[in-house]
Each structure stands twice: as C-alpha cells, then as structure tokens.
C-alpha cells in the first residue's frame, strides 16, 4: 500500500491526526519515499483495511520501515467495530526496522477491518524504494510509438529516437477539452502525432523498434490482443515499454486482481472496448455512479498476476522474453517485452 499516494490523493480511506510530510531518504544503498510524522501521539487509520490485498493476502508486513529515536513506540492495531481484534507494540530506534502484521485466527470472519498505528513520537516511515523510468527511456531508441501520452509526451525526439504519439482526440478536440489549459495542450507540438485507437494503430506492420505506454494498459479491454497488434507492428527486436499502475498501491486497492482465464476469455471474444460488466465492476468497487462515458480501468494488475500474462505473451504470442520492474508499495511498476 503506497501511503504517499493516499496522502497526496486526499484518500478518504486514510484518516491522518497529527502533521505528516512527504520526503525522500537514501538507505541500504537505494532511495525510499518517506512520510514524516511530526506530532507525538499522531495517529493513522487506513479504513476498510479488510479491502486490500495485505488484509487478503494475510501479508506479514506491510513492506514499511519505521525509524525514530531510541525509545519511541509504535503501536498497530486491527479494529473492527471499535473492538480491536489484534495490537502490537513495536519498538523503534534510528535504524529502520519492519512494522509487522499478525492474523489472528478467526479475523477473516469480521465484516470490516481498519489498520490503526499511534506513534508515540516524531517518526520516519520508509514506504517504498522509487523505481527510476530511465531503464525504460533508454531502450526507447530508433524508430517508434508512444500510446496515449496527451499533450506531454515522455519520449522526445532526438538524433537517436524519432517518435510520434498516438492519440484518439485531435488537436481541436483536446483544445475544446482543455480549456484552462489543465494539460497544456495549447503548447504541445501536435505535428508529431497521428490518430488513432491502440487497438489499429496506423503504422505499416513491422515498421517499428519501440511501442512505449505509460498508465494506458490498464484502461484496454482484450490487453492480450493489443500486444498481439502491438507486436504485429514491431520489427524484430523491437520491444513494448510499459508502465502500469499497481492496483495494490493505488485506488484500485479494493478491486479484484485479473485473471489469466478473464484475458483469455476477451482475446477468444475478440472485443475492443470495455464491455457492461466492466462498468458495472468499476462502479461497484469505486462507489460511484454506473456511467459507461468515463475512462475506466479496465483490468487490475499486481506483481502477482502480471508475470504469468507476461509468460503468456512470451510463450504464444511472438515475444522473445520480458523484464519486469517492481517494488512493492510503489505507485507503479514497469514491463519490458521484447519482440
């Protein structure tokens, strides 16, 4: 659970008493996203804890390092109802240690559960390593695509990168969209882009060294299917540059991870947008109206499910191999499949 995000998001799941402020640190060699608790006696409460995978999972940690000085407690407990099913106090010093999750026997019967940590002083919470897109950026070479990207692209033009962006709104579209100028689209160099869906893209096959998307995959129906397009339009030795929201560590967390078999299902149907039941599922776990006009995520992806589509991909679809890129509680993880 990436904690940062829901601070910065404004979670309504998280409820905050006492300051917090975000940093960053350097430890064991890497650098970590850190929430900073500045008040004794401050206090966190993750509603509907019962929701995530940690609570699914029955995870043994929640992959936070906790630091502060020599005598300082943090107490976590599991509440349900106001009766707490569970407590542990954990003492902390300079150096980071884990803050530890047990389960109880019996706990999967409560109909909810909130995650509570006090602090009984000034304290550092470790919350994840940052990953870096640079390893993503650097194989994006040659000749290629960037799906979705809106008005800021991350692939630039170079002496060695020659992109364009595939977008389904025009420049006009995006202008009437955009009024306040929200995304900037009335500086984007839009003579670099082509219409399209990710779907058809409209490219010659085999044309391409690179096909780069960043927080689109989730948002495709039959992804299995894309990639087989995708590779359809790659050379060989091209490769598929993704980057992919978490559902773990971000407002996806009370959702279902997607299956393997539910993929299957869509690449043997043959659809190419979100279909009524992905509406419905989306609704339901967000709280919100059914609206089939939004942008939805269609699919939910984890470091746990990810690997065997990537798998899939590999062994049936025409790709080589694939690097896969993960932290846990990071906002988001990256794929590399290579052509």
Same mark, same amino acid.
């Given at each position: 659970?990436?904690?940062?995000?829901?601070?910065?998001?404004?979670?309504?799941?998280?409820?905050?008493?006492?300051?917090?402020?975000?940093?960053?640190?350097?430890?064991?060699?890497?650098?970590?996203?850190?929430?900073?608790?500045?008040?004794?006696?401050?206090?966190?409460?993750?509603?509907?804890?019962?929701?995530?995978?940690? #609570?699914?999972?029955?995870?043994?940690?929640?992959?936070?390092?906790?630091?502060?000085?020599?005598?300082?407690?943090?107490?976590?407990?599991?509440?349900?109802?106001?009766?707490?099913?569970?407590?542990?106090?954990?003492?902390?010093?300079?150096?980071?240690?884990?803050?530890?999750?047990?389960?109880?026997?019996?706990?999967?019967?409560?109909?909810?559960?909130?995650?509570?940590?006090?602090?009984?002083?000034?304290?550092?919470?470790?919350?994840?390593?940052?990953?870096?897109?640079?390893?993503?950026?650097?194989?994006?070479?040659?000749?290629?695509?960037?799906?979705?990207?809106?008005?800021?692209?991350?692939?630039?033009?170079?002496?060695?990168?020659?992109?364009?962006?595939?977008?389904?709104?025009?420049?006009?579209?995006?202008?009437?969209?955009?009024?306040?100028?929200?995304?900037?689209?009335?500086?984007?160099?839009?003579?670099?882009?082509?219409?399209?869906?990710?779907?058809?893209?409209?490219?010659?096959?085999?044309?391409?060294?690179?096909?780069?998307?960043?927080?689109?995959?989730?948002?495709?129906?039959?992804?299995?299917?894309?990639?087989?397009?995708?590779?359809?339009?790659?050379?060989?030795?091209?490769?598929?540059?993704?980057?992919?929201?978490?559902?773990?560590?971000?407002?996806?967390?009370?959702?279902?991870?997607?299956?393997?078999?539910?993929?299957?299902?869509?690449?043997?149907?043959?659809?190419?947008?979100?279909?009524?039941?992905?509406?419905?599922? #989306?609704?339901?776990?967000?709280?919100?109206?059914?609206?089939?006009?939004?942008?939805?995520?269609?699919?939910?992806?984890?470091?746990?499910?990810?690997?065997?589509?990537?798998?899939?991909?590999?062994? #049936?679809?025409?790709?080589?191999?694939?690097? #896969?890129?993960?932290?846990?509680?990071?906002?988001?993880?990256?794929?590399?499949?290579?052509?």
């Amino acid at each position: 659970m990436n904690l940062c995000d829901l601070i910065v998001r404004g979670d309504r799941r998280l409820e905050v008493r006492g300051t917090t402020s975000l940093s960053k640190s350097k430890w064991l060699g890497h650098t970590w996203s850190v929430v900073d608790i500045g008040d004794k006696g401050s206090q966190l409460k993750i509603k509907r804890f019962h929701e995530t995978q940690a #609570f699914k999972t029955r995870a043994r940690d929640l992959g936070w390092y906790a630091s502060a000085q020599k005598g300082a407690v943090v107490n976590i407990s599991l509440v349900s109802n106001e009766k707490k099913l569970y407590e542990t106090a954990v003492p902390l010093d300079e150096s980071p240690r884990p803050l530890p999750l047990h389960w109880p026997m019996r706990i999967g019967l409560s109909d909810q559960c909130d995650l509570v940590l006090e602090f009984s002083d000034n304290t550092r919470l470790l919350v994840h390593r940052r990953l870096n897109r640079s390893c993503l950026y650097e194989l994006a070479k040659e000749k290629g695509l960037e799906i979705g990207p809106g008005p800021n692209p991350q692939i630039v033009n170079s002496q060695v990168t020659s992109v364009r962006y595939l977008e389904m709104l025009t420049k006009e579209e995006w202008a009437r969209d955009d009024v306040k100028n929200k995304y900037g689209a009335s500086e984007a160099d839009w003579s670099h882009y082509v219409i399209g869906a990710a779907s058809s893209i409209p490219v010659d096959e085999a044309s391409l060294d690179f096909i780069f998307s960043s927080h689109v995959f989730e948002h495709l129906a039959n992804p299995l299917g894309h990639l087989v397009h995708w590779r359809s339009k790659l050379k060989d030795g091209g490769v598929v540059l993704a980057i992919v929201p978490d559902m773990q560590s971000c407002k996806d967390c009370g959702a279902r991870p997607s299956t393997l078999d539910e993929l299957l299902g869509e690449l043997k149907q043959g659809i190419w947008t979100p279909q009524t039941h992905h509406y419905l599922r #989306f609704s339901e776990y967000r709280g919100v109206p059914l609206r089939t006009d939004r942008s939805i995520h269609v699919h939910f992806y984890t470091s746990s499910n990810t690997p065997s589509i990537l798998e899939y991909a590999t062994s #049936f679809l025409g790709y080589r191999g694939y690097d #896969f890129v993960y932290e846990r509680n990071h906002k988001d993880f990256y794929f590399v499949l290579y052509a």
